[in-house]
């Protein structure tokens, strides 16, 4: 093979890989006749940490509050009130789900609007080929505190590999960077 047609396939390539890889955004879900514009402050319950890697359901916490500050979106009731308060109510730190009477006295309690419950689902490193890279996935959920009706679910996975960095070792992402990207992606399908 010549090196002009090399180098034609080499560009065919990069034109053609991006389509296949990583092309999903968030499967999301918003409830049909969800307004809302009620929601003024809003408790986020500590995640289920589902992976390997301890402390990665407090990681993504922070990220998900401080993106909810950063949109405007709504106020957020601090942790520790938020953990105290479920606490007295009888939810195990482990437990990441709360019952419909726990949601209504809890959020008449912390005087919100609304949970945000979810799960960690990957926060690691995933091999491709002789290459490791970061991987986070995360599920969240925002509940009506009063009705416990969903209101928005999404789901989510993003890696850290990008097309350059498969083929040329150049662009990987720290965790933290796709956790940040992870969360904003998830909460565009909310607020665009």
């Not at 922070?62 to 109510?89: H, P, T």
């Not at 689902?121 to 969240?140: D, F, T």
């Not at 925002?142 to 996975?157: P, R």
Request: net charge neutral.
């Amino acid at each position: 093979m010549n090196s002009i047609s090399w180098i034609k396939q080499t560009i065919l390539l990069l034109a053609v890989l991006p389509i296949f890889y990583n092309c999903s955004g968030p499967m999301s879900y918003i409830h049909p006749t969800a307004d809302l514009t009620y929601i003024k402050t809003i408790a986020i319950v500590p995640l289920k940490n589902l992976t390997q890697e301890r402390g990665a359901e407090g990681k993504v916490r922070n990220v998900v509050a401080a993106e909810v500050l950063r949109r405007g979106l709504f106020d957020v009731v601090e942790f520790g009130e938020v953990d105290k308060v479920l606490r007295e109510e009888g939810v195990k730190e482990t437990e990441s789900v709360i019952s419909k009477s726990v949601a209504e006295r809890a959020g008449k309690r912390l005087n919100i609007q609304a949970f945000i419950v979810g799960a960690v689902e990957e926060y690691g490193m995933s091999k491709i080929g002789s290459n490791s890279y970061p991987e986070v996935a995360a599920s969240l959920k925002l509940i009506d505190a009063k009705s416990y009706k969903i209101l928005w679910e999404a789901t989510h996975s993003v890696k850290g590999a990008t097309i350059l960095d498969q083929l040329f070792g150049i662009g990987k992402k720290s965790r933290s960077e796709l956790c940040r990207e992870l969360v904003e992606e998830m909460f565009d399908t909310l607020f665009g």
